[in-house]
C-alpha cells in the first residue's frame, strides 16, 4: 500500500523519544451469519469456465485442478481493511485515504452496481482479486450507512463482513479467483505505526489465527476463494523488530507457519497460501540499521506446509521506496537508493536478490512469487518513476511473474493511483481511457506471452526445522499421536521422504525425487530407538549407535532431544526397495550430491544427503564424551532393488 511517511515519521520521532499513536477502537466479538448467494445480483460465469478449481502449486507455478498454468493478474479491490488515517474525526472523509470513506467496506459500491464494476474489471483483463480486510471488520456489528452503497440498495442495512460476503459471491459467480488478505488489525489506513504493524499488534496471535479459521471456513464451500494472504507488510512498530525465525512472539515466520497449519487442518484444505516477506526493520536514519528484507530470508529458512503444494511466497515493490529506503521524503529520508533511482539492470538484479530468486526450480525454498502490490498514479509526471513503472512491468512480462496492482478502485478526483475511478454518477475513468499514460506499459503486461496449458510436476524439496519444537508436518503421522514424548519431532510432508540431515541445528530435507509418494497405503510407521533392525553383519557405521528403518521401510522423521538424535521414524514402501546401502559421513564435512538438489537446507552446519536415486534407510550418531550427538551419517540405498 503506497504510504510510508507516517511510518518514518513516527519511527524517526521514536528515536527522540516520542510516544506511539493509539489505536483504533477495539472491535465488538458477536459475528453475524453469511448472506445468502441466491440474494445476490446474478453474473455472467462464461468467464469461470477458463479454470477449475482449487488451485495448487507445481514448482515455480500456480495451476488448476486440471494441472493447467493458472497466472494471478490480479488487481486490489481494497476498502475493507478501512481507510480512516488514524487522526480527526473518522466521519470526516477528509481524515481518510485520498479523502475517501470506504465505510470498512470495498470501495465503489456508494457509485456503481456491483455488475458494472465487475464487467469493468473484467475488461481490464484481469482474472483475480486480491481482498483485503482487517480483523475490525469481521467483528463489527453495525450496518454500513445507506450512503456506503448508495449504487447497490440491495446491500442496505448489512454489517460490513456480510457486505464482504456479497462482494466475494458476486466476483466468484463471474469467473474470478479471490485471494483473502488481512491487511490490518484494526480499520486503520497501512502502513505506518497504527496499530497494524505486526499480526498480532493489536491482538494475540491466537485471536489472530482464530480469526484466519473462521474466515476460510466461512467461504469454504465457494471453490473460487483459492487463498488466503495471511499479512501485509509486516514491519517495526516503535520499539521492536519482526524477524524471521527467532522463535519469539515477533516471529512472523512461526506465525505464519501457525495460521497456514490452521488453516489447511481445521477450515480448507484447498486453500493456497500466501506468506509476504519483511517489510521493514530498523529505523529509517542515516547511520542505523535499516533494511527492506522482503524475501531474503527464504533462502535459508523456508517454510514447509502440510500440503507441499499450497505454499505461495509474495513481495511489494513501489517505485519511491527501495532496497533499504523506506520512501520518506524530507524527515527521514536517508541516503539509500529508491527502486526508482536504479538503472534497468540494476533494478532487475534487485527484483531477483529480494524476491524472484524464490522461483528458481529444485530448491527448497521454490514456490511461486506474487507480486501482490505495485502501482503508481496516473498524475505521475516524474521521469525517474515513469521509468520504473516501465521497467517493473517489463520485467514482469519478460519472467511471466504473477502480479496484482494496487489499488483496483477509487473515486475520480481522489485517488488517481487507482486502476478505474468512478464519479458520484457512477461514471468510469481510469487506465482505459486513451488518456492514461500507464495504458500502454499495462497492455504490455496483460498480452506478453505467458506460459500455459498443462505444467509438467517437478520434483519438490522441502526443509525440516526443529530449531524452537515439533516440526511435524505428515497429517498421516499426526494421526499416530506423540511418537517420542518430550522430544522435538520432525516429519515429512505426506508424500515426501527425508533424504538429509544436518550434524547440527536439527535440520532436515524432504523429496518426493525420482519415486515419487514413495509410503504404502495406511498409517503404519515404525519409531526406531535402537540397533534391533540392524541385521547381522550389517554395520554401516563402525563404534556408531545405529537407528536403522525394518527392511522394505524408509526415513520419513527424526526426533532430538538437545543436540542427541532421539529417534528415527520409519514408514514402510509401496515398491520393494534396494536393500544394501553406502554411508553417507557428514560429522566432518559437506557430503551432498554434486547438483546440491535442494539447495542449503541447513546453513552453517555440516549436512548429509542421498543421491536422487536413493532413499534414507538409517541414521547413525555418536554419545562419544567430547562429540556431538547430532546425526554424522546417513544409509543411502538405492529405491530399486
Known sequence: MPTISRIVKYLTSAVAGFALLTTAPTAVAAVPEPVAAKTLPQATTSAADTWQPPLSTQGRYIVDARGNRFRLKSANWDGAQGSWTGSGSITDPANHHAGQDSYGIPL?????PLPALLADFHELGIN????PFSNEMIHATAPVPDVAVAANPQLRGRTPLQIYDAVVAALTQDGFAVILNNHTNTSRWCCGIDGNERWNSSQSTQQWTDDWVFMARR???DSRVVGADLYNEVRRDVLDDPNWGMGDGHDWYAAAQQAADRILTEANPNLLIVIEGINWTGVPVDGLPHDRPTLTPV????????DAHKLVYSAHF???????HSGATGIGETHDARYQDLTRDQLYQVLADQAFFVTTEGQHYTAPVWISEFGIGANETGTAARTWFGNITDYFADHDADFAYWPLVGWEGHDDWALLRYDTAGRRYGILDQGDWRGTAWSHLMTSPTRTGSITPVPVWRMLTTDHGDYV???RVRTGGDWDSGAYKAACPDGLRLI???????RGLCTDTTAGDLRGAGNTQTVVTDERHVPAGGDWASGYTKLQCPAGQFLIGYSRRGDRLSAALCAPSRTPLGATGRTVWFDRSDNRPADMAGDDFAYGAYKGQCSADEYAAGIAFTTRVGSSAGPAALLCTPLKP
Open 500 to 506: 538429509g540431515l544436518s550434524h547440527t541445528s536439527g
Open 318 to 324: 513501489y517505485g519511491y521506496t527501495g532496497p533499504r
Open 128 to 131: 483475480s482479486i486480491r481482498l
Open 299 to 306: 533462502r535459508t529458512l523456508s517454510h514447509t506446509l502440510v
Open 473 to 475: 508436518q505428515s497429517l
Open 219 to 221: 467461504y469454504a464451500t
Open 108 to 112: 465503489g459500491l456508494d457509485r456503481a
